[in-house]
């Protein structure tokens, strides 16, 4: 049985004042150098969502991670030798990463309005795409495969090239759908919500 981390964080609408622009400067290489061409609010969001994996890392280990650890493979998950594995999604206001001591961990969380008079049909629509999103995640696939995903009626289980994986609702905000995929079940989650004035920790 899996025991996961979920982190989450509103990102912050204010300009990095240099914590998280730190913690770029100790990833490795390749990934910093990516970081770097993005436009600002989309690097801001990814460094965000590494300080926040560092932190779930260092919760559930008990010691915290190193950036320059951490590994990042071309068209591959993201992981750090000997683990714990970590997956990270984010959408326009916020960030969110579950950390896992068990291999196969995929995290997906998507906003929308509540107040919209779409906002059921949206929600609906949500519900299976962050479990599309999460199974991808957990098998190492990217985007052009959601189509080989299968779900069944309730959104618990999915497969894709021929693996299964667990599916959990996560509860975040009103305003957000997200999705928990292991390759184990899930013995319990924790939902952490961190301020965003110290994402950088750990880093």
């Not at 990102?11 to 993005?38: I, N, Q, W």
């Not at 992981?79 to 959408?91: A, E, N, Q, R």
């Not at 696939?141 to 497969?159: K, T």
Request: hydrophobic residues 40%; without cysteine.
């Amino acid at each position: 049985m899996t025991r996961v981390l979920v982190l989450h964080a509103r990102l912050s609408a204010e300009p990095d004042s240099g914590a998280l622009a730190g913690l770029g400067a100790r990833l490795p290489y390749a990934k910093r150098f990516e970081l770097e061409r993005r436009d600002p609010p989309v690097r801001q969001a990814g460094l965000a969502g590494i300080s926040l994996a560092l932190r779930g890392i260092g919760l559930l280990r008990g010691s915290p991670g190193d950036a320059g650890q951490l590994r990042f493979p071309s068209g591959g998950k993201p992981y750090l030798p000997g683990g714990p594995t970590f997956s990270v999604s984010h959408g326009r206001t916020r960030v969110g990463v579950a950390v896992s001591a068990d291999d196969g961990v995929g995290f997906d969380l998507e906003e929308f309005d509540p107040a919209s008079p779409e906002a059921g049909a949206t929600r609906s629509r949500l519900v299976r795409w962050t479990a599309t999103e999460a199974v991808l995640k957990a098998a190492g696939r990217g985007l052009r495969d959601a189509r080989a995903v299968e779900l069944d009626g309730s959104q618990q289980a999915g497969r894709v090239g021929g693996a299964s994986f667990h599916l959990m609702s996560v509860a975040i905000a009103d305003d957000v759908v997200a999705h928990l995929a292991t390759v184990t079940p899930v013995a319990s989650v924790s939902v952490i919500e961190v301020e965003s004035s110290v994402l950088a920790w750990g880093g």
